[in-house]
């Protein structure tokens, strides 16, 4: 009797780097949903690409077995761009914290959506900066208290899932990484849509702002019903706070960037160089 074995299992994608996270980091399980979807892809680690911005969450590409990119502080959709565009074979994953994505990087999130490149961002969502010990982050929830706001937030905090859904991603999702199980099942969709699939995951901080407690009670799975392909309805849940809902929201299809530029390449070669004559033609 024959038996399969799994080419690629979740050990295959782990480094000798023993991740630096404080002990009991969200962020660990984010890591693990991670091994684990990438082997359930078998996802093979010469034609994966890891990016990442700055943060306690940018560290992740030294954790995982594949080519990787420790890029600079908010610039992870832009380099993940230029990757895909590279060569649109390799599967591409951006990954970052809330401060990283939603601050200092914010500026690329519209474009990058309305774009629509192949690839997955992950959001390690922890409402706080952590690597800078605990500063208020985009996400943080009004009146939250750290150095950089003693007598608390003011800000009102912004809505990652109905940012995302009213600027075009195709697909968005979020995830919790005390639901280890659940959460690989979304990254592996999120990989497996053709588009940009951004998935928010909350992670807490244990450090600086610890929401173990916080978040369980507040847990519900996006409804059974719910047809991803409702944009309205999408927007309708993600601003629904009450609870923290976990699943898939939205999912469309829509030309990747890779093929676009691909027809632009096509239509360009067809149409030869142009003419040199004709281009100091217009200007005399
Ligand atoms: C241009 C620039 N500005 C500021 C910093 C300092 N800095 C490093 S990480 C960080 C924020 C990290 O928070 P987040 O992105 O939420 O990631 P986490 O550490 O929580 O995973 C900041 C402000 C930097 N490295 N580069
Ligand atoms: S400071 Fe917070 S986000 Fe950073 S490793 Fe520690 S627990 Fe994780």
């Known amino acids: 009797m024959s038996t399969t074995v799994a080419e690629f299992t979740?050990?295959?994608y782990k480094t000798d780097e023993h991740p630096i996270w404080c002990p009991g980091c969200g962020?660990?399980?984010v890591l693990d949903s991670l091994y684990k979807?990438?082997?359930g892809l078998s996802v093979n680690p010469k034609d994966l690409v890891v990016v990442s911005g700055i943060g306690c969450s940018g560290r992740t590409p030294g954790f995982v077995k594949s080519y990787g990119f420790h890029s600079v502080h908010g610039r992870v959709l832009p380099v993940a761009l230029g990757v895909k565009l590279a060569n649109p074979a390799l599967t591409v994953i951006g990954v970052g914290g809330d401060g990283d994505g939603f601050a200092i990087g914010g500026g690329h999130i519209p474009h990058t959506a309305r774009r629509n490149p192949d690839f997955t961002y992950l959001i390690m969502d922890n409402s706080t900066y952590g690597l800078t010990k605990g500063q208020y982050s985009p996400t943080s929830p009004l009146?939250?208290?750290?150095?950089?706001?003693p007598y608390g937030s003011i800000e009102q905090p912004l809505n990652p899932l109905a940012m995302l859904i009213a600027y075009g991603a195709t697909f968005v999702g979020q995830g919790y990484s005390g639901k280890p199980r659940e959460l690989a099942d979304l990254i592996t969709r999120a990989i497996q849509h053709k588009g940009f699939g951004f998935v928010n995951i909350l992670s807490p901080c244990i450090t600086f702002y610890n929401t173990y407690k916080v978040i369980p009670p507040k847990i519900a799975e996006v409804p059974k019903d719910h047809?991803?392909?409702n944009r309205a309805k999408a927007f309708e849940l993600a601003l629904e706070t009450d609870h923290v809902m976990l699943g898939v929201f939205y999912q469309t299809q829509r030309p990747t960037f890779e093929d676009g530029v691909a027809g632009v390449i096509k239509q360009a070669q067809a149409a030869g160089?142009?003419?040199?004559?004709a281009i100091f033609a217009e200007f005399s």
């Open 143 to 149: 009146g939250f208290q750290a150095g950089s706001t």
């Open 37 to 39: 979807s990438l082997a």
């Open 10 to 12: 979740p050990q295959s």
């Open 273 to 277: 160089p142009p003419r040199l004559e």
């Open 227 to 229: 047809d991803v392909s």
């Open 27 to 29: 962020d660990f399980g």
